[in-house]
């Protein structure tokens, strides 16, 4: 169902000029996403929509995407959890089932709500976790890239913060920590967690709190 709805949200963003809630508005008719296929009918909303409330409506859109997304990840990780699966196995397990083209659904809807919402940011915090340095900084540039974000100073530090030659942590698992109002540097450091992803934090000009992931490292990987 959820990567029905994600194929669903992402022919919206992608062909149709408004959305409202659960349904797109389009040429005068009203489309509801169900059961990943679009019924019709009349809808007014598309024929009086002012450009800014067009804008307003996508960004709505991007952010479902990635609740949706992130209220699933969140209770596939927990299940996992419980039959005794590592976060890794979990993400095979998603992979197997959705198989590739699923996944290239599910990425290119990611894809595109982030992308969307990093532009309409005031500030982008991401938090990359991965299972090397050398990993770690190729998804950090992937992100920063994708997103058009300010490229800065990275450094690395151990434990105790004391900074580190770069390389150090190339073969180790490593947390990267980036903030795009911090002239885009970022610091990496040794992650001896099991969660590899990245997380992902939009501040809109609402000001409001909001945190999505862990999302796939390759999400923004062309």
Known sequence: MLLKQIQCLLVAMMLFSSFVGGYVCNGGYR????????????CVTAISASG?????QAVEAALLVLS???????????????????????ALERAQS??????????????????LLSS??????????????????????????????????????????LEVPLDKWNDQAVYIKYNSSDRGD??????????VGCIFQPKLAD??????????LNTLRE
Do not use: H
Not at 52 to 56: F, P, V
């Open 31 to 42: 489309y509801v996403c169900n059961g990943g296929r679009w019924r019709q009918s009349i």
């Open 52 to 56: 800014d409330t067009q804008k307003e």
């Open 68 to 90: 949706e997304y992130n209220d699933a990840y969140l209770a596939r990780i927990k299940s996992g959890r419980l039959r005794g699966l590592t976060p890794e196995g979990v």
């Open 98 to 115: 959705l198989k590739v083209e699923g996944m290239a659904a599910e990425r290119q809807a990611l894809q595109n709500a982030t992308r």
């Open 120 to 161: 309409k940011s005031t500030e982008v915090t991401l938090g990359i976790m991965a299972e090397s340095g050398v990993r770690g900084l190729g998804a950090l540039r992937a992100w920063v890239s994708g997103l058009s974000l300010p490229k800065g100073v990275l450094r690395a530090v151990d434990e105790n913060g």
């Open 186 to 195: 970022a610091y990496m450091k040794p992650y001896n967690g099991g969660y």
């Open 207 to 216: 000001g409001e709190f909001r945190q999505y992931g862990d999302l796939p």
